[in-house]
């Protein structure tokens, strides 16, 4: 019961788990990840989060040694070991332990790793009271799109907005284009359609963006991905970040600008209501 890991194998209290010095993660961020949490102790679109998986895997050729069926397996015994009610699952594949050496290294066993730990979502009040961001200059990789863990311009932006006294960064292209925040998607809402940018290289397809985006019908809202202008989220009339663990969080001012009535506004707290609360109760 408490923090769990499972490393290469083995499940063990996460304040145990090792991996080498030499691992191509650690060194080279040579290495993809998801992060999942439960509902009703339930991994939420566990299916989604391994097909991504898949998807970031293939696009840097590290394979995936474990089949789907045992991935799943692994999953709920490491959420069943935690004895957590509600648990953040986190797994990272690395292209393994070997000398350091920028080729791929011949014979080197992938390393996978998972952590269990209780969730942890966003106090009430919070998302009450919607959150402040800011936008700053994109200066990741051109492939955001892979759910790579070279996330160093990611943990500085989030670093920069809590310095500043907001709550995240939005990434911006230098022609104003909007992409995502430093670990959420983001979607804006103007005259009761949903729209959030549309998908490229320096956009992460989120799991909970496309729960959300397809969700839009059933629930009789306009909406999906187009092009998003930083112009775009100031003249909305609500904007919300959207990711496993940020869920829905609504945006209530950006670059110091009030969006909106400078609340979080009735469609996001509906998102909110319908899509995730109602997962809990
Ligand atoms: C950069 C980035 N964008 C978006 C997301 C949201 O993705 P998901 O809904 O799959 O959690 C994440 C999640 O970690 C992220 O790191």
Known sequence: MGDVAYINGTFCELSQARVSVEDRGFQFADSVYEGITTYRR???????HLRRLRNSARAIHLPIPLSDERITELVREGVRRSGYDEVHIYMQLTRGAASRSHPFPAGAEPTVVMTFKAAIRVPADVRAQGVSVMSRPDNRWGSCNVKSVMLLPNVLAK??????GAYDA???GPDQ???EASSSNVFLVRAGEVWTPQRSDKILPGITCDYIVESLPRLGILGGGRLVYLDDLL???EVFLAGTTTETLGVVSIDGKMIGDGQVGP?????YEELFASLTR
């Open 177 to 179: 284009v909007v992409y």
């Open 42 to 48: 339930e991994p939420f679109l566990l299916t989604e």
């Open 170 to 172: 939005l990434f911006v």
């Open 235 to 237: 003249a909305a009339d």
């Open 267 to 271: 469609v996001t707290r509906r998102l």
């Open 159 to 164: 670093q920069e907005a809590l310095d500043r």
